[in-house]
């Protein structure tokens, strides 16, 4: 077992590389990418969740929302001028009956008291016109 | 031919007459059913109820989208209201007497006075105090009226109706007791049996 132990360790010592393999590495990317670039390849990207949230993606999202709030918005403003009105009008019907309530009762009260006057034995004038 | 002196005198008289009348008649103010109530305000103070409607033409318009022409007191109430063009009440009761003066009531009465509106009821009890007084403005084209006035003014309470445009008196008195609320005359008159 010791030549076999050995003979690893040979091989798998630590060894520097050599002085030009640094600069070699470098040439070989450089040379790849300007190869994709005469190519019109697009290099590959890596897939990341937060992709969409770049470019066109943020403006869509922003324009989306914007919309929305502003259907919302016009929508609450809607039921709310709707509500007004609904208050606003019924208390115009409101008023309108209370004040034929008012007009009759009085017209029958006049009247009551002309026919008062008249039984009473107050005199009627021609026009219609009483005096007790 | 010689026309006489006289003669030509006549006639310019006659054209400066007819000038002077028909100048008058264009510059008197056209009488309006609307009475001026606002003097009335001071008293809503002293008042222990006030009532005060004041419904114009575009008001009443858009009550009139709120009320059911199938419901009866609605329907009934949309028959009077239909044509008119306004709707004043001011009514005002005190706790106790001498809260109002003549004058308050001579001011409506003044704006009365006049060929434009015809009294067609006047009731004054000098025993009560009281003054019972309605108007119509009759058109002059004899078709309907114009407007209506009551004043109806007792020690305790006052009372000032306006109504602007057609108005049919008695299917507005007819309206009592049917529009939801008990007829009040009635029971004004039972109550006053009873104390009698």
């Avoid at chain 1, 390849?41 to 937060?50: I, L, Q, S």
């Avoid at chain 2, 709707?87 to 001498?98: L, Q, R, T």
């Avoid at chain 2, 003044?110 to 058109?139: C, F």
């Amino acid at each position: 077992m010791r030549p076999l132990e050995d003979e690893l360790r040979r091989a798998l010592r630590r060894r520097d590389p050599p002085a030009a393999f640094a600069g070699r590495v470098m040439a070989r990317v450089e040379q790849q990418a300007s190869t994709r670039r005469s190519d019109g390849v697009k290099p590959k990207r890596r897939w990341a969740p937060w992709a969409w949230w770049t470019g066109w993606g943020r403006v869509g999202l922003v324009a989306v929302t914007a919309l929305l709030a502003l259907a919302v918005s016009f929508a609450v403003w809607r039921e709310h001028r709707s509500q007004q009105q609904r208050r606003e009008g019924e208390a115009a019907r409101a008023q309108v009956m209370e004040a034929l309530r008012i007009t009759s009762v009085k017209l029958n009260r006049v009247r009551e008291r002309v026919r008062a006057a008249t039984e009473d034995g107050g005199h009627v004038r021609d026009d219609g016109s009483s005096q007790d | 031919m010689k026309v006489p002196f006289e003669k030509i005198m006549k006639v310019f008289r006659v054209i400066v007459a007819l000038g002077a009348a028909s100048l008058a008649w264009a510059q008197s103010p056209n009488p309006s059913p609307k009475l001026d109530l606002g003097h009335l305000a001071k008293l809503a103070d002293k008042a222990d109820e006030v009532v005060d409607v004041t419904l114009d033409g575009p008001t009443l318009k858009f009550a009139e989208k709120f009320m059911n022409d199938e419901d009866g007191e609605d329907a009934e109430a949309l028959q009077v209201i239909k044509k008119l063009t306004g709707i004043y009440v001011k009514s005002f009761e005190f706790d106790k007497p001498g809260q109002y003066s003549p004058e308050d009531v001579e001011a409506i009465r003044s704006q009365l006075r006049g060929t434009a509106w015809s009294k067609i009821v006047n009731v004054t009890s000098r025993h009560d105090h009281e003054l019972d007084e309605i108007y119509l403005m009759p058109d002059p084209a004899g078709k309907s009226n114009l407007g209506l006035a009551i004043i109806v003014a007792e020690p305790q309470e006052l009372t000032v109706v306006n109504i602007v445009g057609p108005i049919d008196v008695e299917h507005l008195a007819a309206l009592e007791g049917k529009m939801g609320v008990p007829d009040l005359d009635h029971k004004h008159r039972e109550h006053g049996a009873k104390h009698e």
